[in-house]
């Protein structure tokens, strides 16, 4: 199995709301993507124009150095300081693998133009939902995975169900962080 980096759901959850595992990148040959976003850098505001204050439509996000036998790129968006805990934003699966970003505002749709399929949000809505916290700054992981196969999981499956889809066929990983406050 070289190459693949096995993941228990277990063990998925431990860096899901959190920094990005750092253990990652050097197991098993699981590989460090690089993703970037034109409208913010790592750790800067994400624009009104991508949250509930303005159009609410995803941002544009790259990815690089995606890992030899990638046959699928998932996409899940989150805030970790959400009051109640974790809330997502946005799973996107089964992207093909020589996409290598999505443009801006892509369509709430099950399976939008570029193609993939998405799923539904915390607010149980398919696609993208902006952030919108009550108060504070919040932070926002968009985490990128390379994937050995396809998901078998029909249009609108959540968070919990794609990373446990993903367990045992993650080639490697990577993320942009960005924040916003009302």
Wanted: proline share 10%; charged share 20%.
């Amino acid at each position: 199995m070289a190459g693949r980096f096995r993941l228990p759901l277990a063990g998925a959850m431990l860096f899901v709301g959190t920094d990005l595992d750092p253990a990652f990148a050097g197991t098993e040959g699981g590989k460090q993507m690089k993703v970037t976003s034109q409208a913010f850098a790592d750790g800067e505001m994400i624009p009104a124009k991508h949250t509930c204050n303005g159009e609410n439509v995803s941002p544009p996000i790259a990815w690089q150095r995606v890992p030899e036998g990638t046959r699928s790129i998932t996409i899940i968006a989150e805030d970790p300081d959400a009051p109640m805990g974790n809330w997502v934003h946005w799973v996107y699966y089964d992207i093909p693998p020589e996409i290598s970003g999505l443009p801006e505002d892509i369509p709430a749709e099950e399976k939008p133009g570029p193609g993939g399929t998405q799923g539904i949000n915390d607010a149980l809505t398919i696609g993208y939902i902006g952030p919108c916290p009550p108060s504070g700054i919040h932070r926002y992981y968009f985490r990128i995975y390379a994937v050995d196969t396809e998901l078998d999981l029909p249009p609108g499956a959540n968070s919990q169900e794609v990373l446990q889809a993903m367990e045992g066929h993650l080639l490697g990983m990577g993320e942009l962080m960005g924040r916003f406050r009302r």
